[in-house]
């Protein structure tokens, strides 16, 4: 049976920096080691707390883990 460990939590944010020749320009901004355990309700919570320090606008944020598929 196979198994994975998880190994890490990210959040990227997604920033848009306004427009250049009709072309829209962003930029991502991570935040890692964010703890396994961490719920929805508190990496949202996270989202909106740092989205309001960032200089522009918050386009989107999404989440990403790590794992290993580990072999039993």
Do not use: C, Q
């Not at 703890?35 to 929805?40: D, L, S």
């Not at 999404?62 to 039993?72: F, I, N, P, R």
């Amino acid at each position: 049976m196979a198994n994975v460990r998880h190994l890490s939590t990210s959040l990227r944010f997604t920033l848009t920096l306004g427009g250049a020749d009709g072309e829209s320009v962003t930029k991502s901004v991570s935040v890692a080691k964010i703890g396994a355990g961490a719920g929805a309700d508190a990496l949202g919570a996270l989202a909106a707390s740092l989205g309001g320090l960032f200089e522009y606008p918050v386009v989107s944020v999404k989440k990403y883990d790590t794992g290993v598929l580990e072999s039993e």
